[in-house]
C-alpha cells in the first residue's frame, strides 16, 4: 500500500461550531492502482485528500487519524515540504488555477527549477517531455492560458503535478467540468499514464460511471465517513452498503434498458451536529433501531476485500434484491423532500 | 399534432471586436453559434437538444425564448412570429413561454423571499394579488412542496440545491405556460438529488400536457425525459430522431462518438478508442462544407465541398450527412 | 399528501428594499469601528442640533472684557472655554456653530453624490449603448479637472457660498461611485435572476429597481460616507484658503483665522487645535462607517 488513511478526521471551526467534515474514514491505496473517491457534495471527499496534502483551509485541522505513505506517519509540517514532490495534487478547477500572464511552458519550467532544483536547460526538455506524456504539442509551450481548451489545460494542469516524478497523483474531479469526449480523452490519457509511469492514483469524483470506466478500486463517502470500499466491479455490480445500493439507483445508465431512476429521499445530515449511530439511517429503507445508536465503520485499511459499514452487512444480499425495487425507496422518500 | 415551435433557418452570429487589420480588410468576425437550424416542436412534445459546450444549444434555447434575437431565419410560436413581437403581444408571449434554470442557486434573488420569487411572474403579468396566494400555492404542489409554511418566508440560502430547483420549476410554471426550456436542469445537483428533479420534471410535463425543450451535455439523463432528441454540433444539427435509436443506433458519425464516450456504471464497459479526432475547431472560422468532416473518420472529399442538408432516413428521423446511413 | 388549508402568514411580498435597509442599519451594531464612527456622527449631529443652547452667543460677535477693551486672545477660562479669537470672537462658540456648517456640507454633498452616482451607474450599467458611452465620457471628464484648483475656481465664478462649494465637490465626486457601482451592474445583469425577470416578462425599469438596485445600495452607502468626509476636508480647505464663505463660520474658517493671525507662533493651541481634531474625527468617522458597509456588500471581507 502506497498510502494508508486510518480513521481520519478533519475538524472545520466556524462561527456555527466545529464542522466534522471527515468523521473517520479509513481507506488505501495499492501501489500502482487508481482509486476512486466517490461520494456528493459535502461527503469529505475533497476535504480527505486536501488533509493529506497539507493543503487545508485556514479553519480546518486534523482532529484524529493517521496518514501514511510509503511506510511513514505523515502530518500537515510533513506533507508539504516532503510531498509536493512525491505526491501531486490536481485541485479541483485546476484548468483555472494555470497564471494567465505566463506561458503555460514558463510556468511549467518554474515548478521545475524551483521545486525540483532544475537548470532551466534541464527543465525546458523536461517541459516537452512532460507534455508529451499528457498529448500536448511541444509547440504549445509557448502559449498562454487563454489560449488552451478546457482540456488542454486540465492536461497542462496534470503535467505540472507530474513534473517531479511522483508516485502518487491525487486529482479532484479532474474531469467534472469537462465535455463527455474530452473527458474520454482524459480519462484515457490518465489510464496511460498509469502504466507507463506505474502511477498509483486517488480520483476523487461524484461521478460512479467514471470511477467504473477508469478506476481499480472504488471507495464511496457519505457525510464525512467510508461506507463502502472495495474493488470496482465487486462494489458496483454486488453493492453491500444501502447507500451505494441507492446511488446505482440514481444514476443513469445510458446502455441499460431501465428507463426509471429513483431517488433517495432525504438529504444528508448537518455535519455540524451530525445524528447518533449510522449517519445514513434517516434515509434508509433498511434501517433497524440499532443503527441510529451505533455504527459500523470500515476497519483499518489494508483490507483489499470488499467491505461496508453496515450492520446488516451479512444479508446485503437479499437486501440488495430488494434496492432493486423502486418501492423500497419510495416509502422511505416520505421522510423528507430533497 | 399541432406545432407549438417552429424554427426555419435560423442563424445567430455573434459580432466579435476587430482588430485593426480586419478592420482595415473590412472583414467581421464573428462567433458563428448557430448556422442554419430548423425544425418543429409539437404541442406536448418533449425533445432534447444535446452536443458539447459550443455547439450552440443554449443559444437556441434563447432564442426561443425571445431573450436573444435571431441574425437571419424565423422562429414562430402558436403560429406568430417572434420577431415583431412587442407590448402586449410579448407579455402573452411570456405567459406562455417560461425557462428552467441550470444554476438554482443563482436563478433566484438572494434578497428574496420565496414566495415573493414565485410570486414575481404574476406580478409582472398583472395578475390580480387576490389570486396570488392560490396560485403559488397550486405551483408548490405541483413541484411536491406542499407545506407552505415551510417555505414561503425563507430565503434562497436557506434551502437545499433539489429544494431550490423545485421552486425555481415552480415559478416557471405559476402561469401555467405551454412551453418549457429546461437548460441544463440538474446538472448542478448532487447525484441522489437529480432522479426526485427528473421524475418530477417527467410529471410536470404529464399532468399539465406541457411541451419541452431540454438542453443537456448529458445524454444519459435525457433518456429519460425527451422521445426525441436533436443532436448539435459547432451551430448545426446533425442528427434529429427518437432518442433511443440515437442511443442504440447513432447514425451521424458525431453521435456515435458522442454515445461511445458516455462512461457507464459499468466496470466491464468498452474502451474502444473513439471514433473521433482532433479538437473542436473555432467557432469563428468552421470547416467548410461539413463541419464535422476534419474530425471524422470516414470524410470523403465530397464533405469539404457541399453542407450536407438534414434530410430523413427514417420516419421522423433526420441526418445531415453525406454517407448513406439509412 | 394531504391538502392544507390556504396558510394565513404575514407573508412578505415587499420589495427587498426593506431587508436591505434594515441591514445596512443594523450594520454598526455588529462593526465596533463601525459603531464607533456612527457615535462620532451623532454626537455632532447633537451638538448641530442644540448649537444655541450649548453655545448661546454668536460665534462671530465681537467681545469686550468687563473693563471695555476687546477681549482678544484671551486664554481658556470659564467664561470663554477655548479663549478668543484675536478679533475677541469666542471660539467655543465658534466650533459648536461651526458643527452645522460643516454637517449641512457633509451630508447635502453625500446625498448628492449618492443620488447622481447610483442613478449614472444603474442606467450606464444597465441600459449600455449610447446611454454607457455619454455618461462615462462625462465621468471621466470630471475625473480627469484637478479637485481643489476646480472647487476654488468654481466658486470664484458662481461666489464663494456654501452651497457653491457643496455643489462643486458633488459635481467632482460622483463619477467614483458611478463607475464602480456600474461595473458592478454589469456583473449583477448577468446573473441567472435577472434573466429569469426577464423571461417572466419584467419590464427593464422593474429590473432595474426590484433586482439590481437593492444590491448596490450598499455600495451607494459607502460612497457617501465617503464623501461626507471628502465635502468637509475640501470646505475646511478652501476656506482655509480664504476662498471661502466669509459669512457663516466654519471649521475651515476657524483654521484660515486662526492661521492668518499667527496662533501658532504664538502658541494659541486651544484656536486651531479643536477645529482641526473634529476634522479629523468627523472623517474618520466617515471612513469607519464606509468600511462597515463594505462588509455588507462584500462578507467576505469579514475576517473570521
Known amino acids: 500500500m502506497i498510502l494508508e488513511v486510518d480513521g481520519l478526521k478533519i475538524h472545520y471551526s466556524t462561527r456555527a461550531g466545529a464542522v466534522r467534515a471527515v468523521d473517520g474514514a479509513s481507506f488505501a491505496v495499492p501501489e500502482g492502482r487508481i482509486v476512486g473517491l466517490v461520494g456528493e457534495s459535502g461527503c469529505g471527499k475533497t476535504t480527505a485528500v486536501r488533509a493529506i496534502m497539507g493543503v487545508l483551509a485556514e479553519n480546518g485541522r486534523r482532529a484524529g487519524g493517521r496518514v501514511v505513505f510509503k511506510g511513514q506517519a505523515i502530518d500537515e509540517a510533513t506533507t508539504r515540504k516532503l510531498l509536493w514532490r512525491d505526491i501531486a495534487y490536481v485541485p479541483q478547477s485546476a484548468m483555472s488555477s494555470l497564471d494567465p500572464v505566463y506561458t503555460v511552458g514558463a510556468q511549467l519550467v518554474e515548478v521545475l527549477t524551483k521545486r525540483g532544483n532544475a537548470s532551466r536547460s534541464t527543465a525546458r526538455a523536461r517541459a516537452a517531455e512532460l507534455f508529451d506524456l499528457v498529448g500536448l504539442s511541444e509547440s504549445r509551450l509557448a502559449d498562454y492560458p487563454h489560449q488552451f481548451s478546457g482540456g488542454m489545460r486540465q492536461r497542462a494542469a496534470i503535467a505540472m503535478a507530474l513534473a517531479l516524478n511522483p508516485s502518487l497523483l491525487l486529482a479532484d474531479e479532474p474531469v467534472t467540468a469537462l465535455d463527455v469526449i474530452v473527458q474520454r480523452q482524459i480519462l484515457d490519457m490518465l489510464r496511460d499514464l498509469q502504466q507507463r509511469l506505474r502511477l498509483s492514483m486517488v480520483l476523487v469524483t461524484h461521478d460512479i460511471s467514471v470511477v467504473a470506466y477508469l478506476c481499480d478500486e472504488v471507495v464511496v463517502m457519505y457525510a464525512g465517513q467510508v461506507i463502502e470500499s472495495g474493488p470496482v466491479r465487486e462494489v458496483l455490480a454486488r453493492p453491500r452498503h444501502p447507500y451505494t445500493m441507492g446511488l446505482r439507483n440514481a444514476f443513469p445508465d445510458l446502455m441499460s434498458d431501465a428507463l426509471e431512476l429513483v431517488p433517495i429521499g432525504g438529504s444528508p445530515p448537518d455535519l455540524s451536529d451530525p445524528p447518533p449511530g449510522c449517519r445514513f439511517a434517516p434515509r434508509c429503507p433498511f434501517v433497524l433501531a440499532a443503527c441510529t445508536t451505533s455504527a459500523a465503520l470500515i476497519a483499518a485499511a489494508g483490507k483489499q476485500t470488499h467491505a461496508s459499514a453496515c450492520l446488516r452487512d451479512d444479508e446485503a444480499d437479499s437486501l440488495r434484491k430488494a434496492a432493486m425495487d423502486p418501492a423500497t425507496w419510495q416509502r422511505s422518500s416520505n421522510f423528507a423532500m430533497s | 399534432m399541432a406545432t407549438l415551435v417552429e424554427l426555419r433557418d435560423v442563424v445567430k452570429h455573434f459580432p466579435v471586436a476587430r482588430s485593426l487589420g480586419e478592420v482595415v480588410r473590412g472583414a467581421h468576425p464573428a462567433v458563428r ?51 415583431g413581437l412587442a407590448g402586449e403581444g410579448l407579455r402573452h408571449f411570456r ?106 420534471m417527467r410529471e410536470v410535463r404529464d399532468s399539465m400536457g406541457l411541451s419541452a425543450v431540454y438542453i443537456s451535455h448529458d445524454l444519459a439523463l435525457v433518456r429519460y425525459l425527451c422521445e426525441r432528441t436533436l443532436v448539435m454540433y459547432l451551430g448545426c ?19 456515435q462518438a458522442l454515445v461511445a464516450a458516455v462512461p457507464v456504471p459499468d466496470a466491464d464497459q468498452s474502451r474502444a478508442p473513439l471514433p473521433i479526432s482532433g479538437n473542436v475547431p473555432d467557432a469563428r472560422e468552421p470547416p467548410s462544407g461539413c463541419r464535422f468532416r476534419d474530425r471524422c473518420p470516414r470524410a470523403m472529399a465530397h464533405c469539404a465541398e457541399e453542407t450536407p442538408l438534414l434530410r430523413p432516413i427514417a420516419d421522423g428521423h433526420r441526418v445531415a450527412c453525406h454517407l448513406d446511413l439509412a | 399528501m394531504a391538502e392544507r388549508a390556504e396558510p394565513v402568514l404575514p407573508v412578505r411580498t415587499g420589495w427587498p428594499l426593506l431587508p436591505v435597509l434594515r441591514r445596512m442599519a443594523a450594520m454598526p451594531l455588529r462593526d465596533p469601528f463601525a459603531f464607533t464612527g456612527l457615535l462620532i456622527y451623532v454626537l455632532f449631529v447633537l451638538v448641530a442640533l442644540f448649537a444655541d443652547q450649548l453655545a448661546p452667543i454668536d460665534p462671530l460677535e465681537i467681545l469686550f472684557t468687563k473693563a471695555g477693551k476687546l477681549a482678544a486672545n484671551v486664554p481658556p477660562s470659564l467664561d470663554f472655554p477655548l479663549g478668543t479669537t484675536n478679533l475677541g470672537r469666542d471660539i467655543y462658540a465658534q466650533l459648536v456653530h461651526g458643527t452645522r456648517s460643516a454637517l449641512a456640507v457633509g451630508l447635502s454633498a453625500a446625498i448628492i453624490v449618492a443620488i447622481v452616482g447610483t442613478v449614472v451607474g444603474l442606467v450606464a450599467g444597465y441600459f449600455g449603448g449610447m446611454a454607457d458611452a455619454v455618461l462615462m465620457r462625462i465621468a471621466d471628464m470630471a475625473l480627469s479637472l484637478p479637485f481643489l484648483p476646480f472647487v476654488i475656481v468654481l466658486t470664484g465664478f458662481l461666489g464663494a457660498s456654501t452651497s457653491n462649494i457643496v455643489l462643486a465637490v458633488a459635481l467632482l465626486l460622483w463619477p467614483n461611485s458611478a463607475r464602480v457601482i456600474r461595473s458592478q451592474v454589469l456583473t449583477l445583469r ?63 474658517y476657524m483654521l484660515q483665522d486662526a492661521f492668518s493671525s499667527q496662533a501658532l507662533s504664538r502658541g494659541q493651541y486651544a484656536w486651531f487645535v479643536p477645529p482641526g481634531v473634529c476634522i479629523i474625527l468627523v472623517v474618520v468617522a466617515g471612513f469607519f462607517l464606509s468600511r462597515g458597509y463594505e462588509e455588507v456588500f462584500m462578507p467576505r471581507l469579514r475576517g473570521r
Open chain 2, 33 to 83: 453559434a448557430l448556422d442554419g437550424v430548423s425544425f418543429d416542436v409539437g404541442s406536448g412534445d418533449a425533445v432534447a437538444i444535446v452536443g458539447e459546450s459550443g455547439c450552440g444549444k443554449t443559444t437556441l434555447g434563447r432564442l426561443m425564448l425571445k431573450l436573444v434575437e435571431p441574425t437571419a431565419g424565423s422562429i414562430a410560436f402558436d403560429g406568430t412570429p417572434l420577431a
Open chain 2, 95 to 200: 405567459r406562455q413561454a417560461q425557462l428552467v434554470f441550470q444554476n438554482p442557486f443563482d436563478a433566484l434573488n438572494p434578497r428574496f423571499t420565496i414566495y415573493r420569487a414565485v410570486a414575481e411572474p404574476l406580478l409582472n403579468a398583472g395578475i390580480d394579488k387576490a389570486e396570488h396566494m392560490d396560485r403559488v400555492a397550486s405551483a408548490f404542489r405541483r413541484v411536491h412542496l406542499p407545506d407552505l409554511d415551510r417555505y414561503l418566508d425563507k430565503y434562497p440560502h436557506q434551502l437545499s440545491g433539489g429544494q431550490l430547483q423545485r421552486v425555481v420549476l415552480a415559478r416557471a410554471l405559476v402561469l401555467a405556460p405551454r412551453f418549457l426550456v429546461a437548460d441544463e436542469p440538474v446538472s448542478m445537483l448532487d447525484v441522489s438529488v437529480r432522479a426526485g428533479i427528473l421524475a418530477l
Open chain 2, 237 to 255: 444539427i446533425v442528427e434529429d430522431g427518437p432518442t433511443e435509436e440515437i442511443v442504440r443506433r447513432p447514425r451521424h458519425p458525431y453521435s
Open chain 3, 190 to 252: 448577468e446573473r441567472a435572476y435577472v434573466e429569469a425577470a426577464r423571461v417572466t416578462g419584467a419590464s427593464s425599469w422593474r429590473i432595474l429597481f426590484v433586482h439590481i438596485a437593492p444590491n448596490i445600495l450598499p455600495l451607494s452607502f459607502v460612497y457617501a460616507a465617503i464623501a461626507i468626509g471628502w465635502a468637509i476636508i475640501t470646505e475646511a480647505s478652501v476656506s482655509f484658503l480664504g476662498f471661502g464663505d466669509s459669512e457663516s463660520v466654519s471649521w475651515g
